[in-house]
């Protein structure tokens, strides 16, 4: 044995302490995971977040309740749809607000599109990190064909702001069920094409499969929500658990895995797109242009703003306006609600108090991408820093709202 | 010397020159050094997305199929700032991760330039609140501020055509002094580290002890 | 619905203050000092199983900080939410971070931004602010912009190029 030799035997290889991020570990925003390595093999990691603390809480409880809905949009900005919506339905609650049928019907398209564009972002974000570029193209072309509907639903193509308190911001162009519905048919093209791409493809499964295995007894513990609870075989859904917005109605199916880990998360999204398909098809056959989108007693004018358009041309409409926008729904001082969506990510849930004014005392957003990151460290460990960015990006944290 | 530079933009060619060109049917370009690498670089810019928060979605929408960058050659998109020379900022820069921005600029190679991409990157935006940084020009130097929020993939282009702009216009000082931007740092004990983190980590690992007190782990950091 | 609130009444009698009604929830009001016994026995023999949520409020003029838990039972699928007032002089509540993995994070929150300490908490750090945050800015006398030192703060590293 030569010097070198025996001197690389007697080599020490300590425990290193790595760090990942702030900047973009995984195409998944500011996120730090400060791992403790032996070799390759993770010990222990700690997530830290923060980085992208706006303060939207504080802010929230500084601007009226109309003025908070743009900066949901900020918090989960891959679905801004499900949270203003989410936003707009949990101060109806806590007023005891009735909106219409045709608006109910409305959000549900809505949303289930966000999850559609949410999911696909993911879809192209976890291909990406794993290696695999391609799919990051097709998501993104199907994901432009939303962006177009949304930019004819709301003028902006991103940030959308269009769900109000009490409706939407307004109804939607004539013929743009036609072109949803013309969207949807083809809509499960993409999603063929890489489940061609990946599901049964050697790497994807080999960097997927039993990797960042979680049980379902832990996940329930660390209440964990969305796809990542129904990996490990919980089926729990709040569409169906507690149903809002008329969901009941319609008939989806919730997909469960079994195995709790990054493959079946994968799984569960790809077949929860299917079903977004579905559920937009059957909303879109009960949408009746003939009821009106805003309910028309003279309570509940005092809470919704009035469409642009009217506010334009008729008088009423402009002092409607006027004393929405200052005095807004007075929220019953003191009275708390809890109010939780089924977001893409998992439960988006909006604890509200009531201040007595337009103002909410306390807002608070319970965020899934936080509470869902919080098992990180169970996920990862022992496993290998390859599989880290694969368990990140399978969670699929989103991190505006993740920090709030 | 068959080339001829417009530095001497007055002189006449030689006659050798001339029966060259001809020869090559005007297949040549005329220009002075600097300018031809400002082309080159101009339409090669590798881009270094600090990807914040909503903008970065834009910001890859910019990249994909349907705005397609690379028309502009700047698709390179490189998540080490080592290799880049444009950094595109997007999204909400808080005091926490002022110092990271800070750190990533400074490790770019001269000459770079800066994108500030959507509102919130330029001067705050709508996040007038106490963790967010008002406008990253606190920070590091800006060249080109895009508004909006987000900013279509239209107008991040459109910036990056002015920055490819400003690379033609600039004047190409010697290395070393190009500093209108600031310099990499690197070991400056001034410097510091990156805060510690006490992680809280304490994994018990066989055969290996951590000695008590011993820092070894929290030294991890890249320290600058 | 009715009968876990009677368990709790029967079990620990006095520790339920109040128990309001509204919008088809019910939320209970408990004393401080008995919030993790309740909690404790609402996840052990009533299957509460599910930790949705722990939030904060601040009340300035009633002088208190109340926290809340929301909790839920997957199989029943009822919900409960537990209120406790506590007063702003000092707001210390026992954790429950080990009866669920959820409350790690969501104390940790509550204590940075609302000043709320959680004896017990196995690593009670700032997690959305910086370690040299001062203040909690959810309390409602904090300013929105940051108060005055913290509004203009730069970290030290980024400094010079102010000038
Ligand atoms: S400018 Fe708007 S879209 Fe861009 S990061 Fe700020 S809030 Fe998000």
Partial sequence: MTEMNRER??????????????????????????????????????????????????????????????????????????????????????????????????????????????????????????????????????REKIYDIFEKMSGARFTVSYGRIGGLARDWPEGLEREIETYVAQAHKTIDECDKLLTRNKIWIDRNQDVGVISAEKAIDMGLSGPPLRACGVEWDLRKAYPYLGYERYDFEIPVGEHGDCYDRYLIRMEEMRQSIRIVQQALKEMDRSIPLFPEDPESRKVFLPPKDRVLTKMEELIHQFIVATEGPKTPKGKEIYFAIEAPKGELGFYLVGSGTNVAHRCHFRAPSYINLQALPILIKGAMVADCVATIASLDPVMGECDR | MGVKTLDQPDQELDRQTREDLQMVKGGVIFGSLSKLVDMARKNSLWPMPFGLSCCAIEMMAMVASRYDLARFGAEAMRFTPRQCDLMIVAGTLTKKMAYAAKRIYDQMPEPKWVIAMGVCTTTGGMFNAYSVVQGIDHIIPVDVYVPGCPPRPEAVIYAVMKIQDQVMKEKWAPLGKRSHHGHYRGRDPKYGALPLLDTGVKAEVKGYQEEPGSPTWRKGYYTG | MADVIQTVQSKFPGAILEIVEYQGERTLVVQPGRVRAVLGHLKQSEGFNFLADISSAHWPEEGRIDVVYIVRSLKSREQLRIRTPLPIEDPVVETVSDLWGTADWLEREVYDLMGVQFTGHPDLRRIMLPEDFEGHPLRKEYPMEGDDEWRNYVPPETRENRE
């Avoid at chain 1, 390759?40 to 109309?66: F, M, W």
């Fill in chain 1, 9 to 142: 035997l007697d080599l020490n290889t300590d425990v290193i302490t790595v760090n990942m991020g702030p900047q973009h570990p995984s195409t998944h925003g500011v996120l730090r995971v400060v791992l403790k390595l032996d070799g390759e093999v993770v010990l222990s990691a700690v997530p830290d977040v923060g980085y992208l603390h706006r303060g939207i809480e504080k802010i929230a409880e500084n601007k009226t309740l109309h003025q908070v809905i743009p900066y949901t949009d900020r918090m989960d900005y891959l679905s801004p749809m499900s949270n203003n919506i989410g936003l707009a339905m949990a101060v109806e609650k806590l007023i005891g607000f009735q909106i219409t049928e045709r608006c109910r019907v409305m959000r549900v398209i809505c949303m289930e599109l966000a999850r559609l564009a949410s999911h696909l972002l993911w879809l192209a974000t976890d291909a990406l990190d794993v290696g695999a570029g391609t799919v990051y193209f097709y998501a993104f072309t199907e």
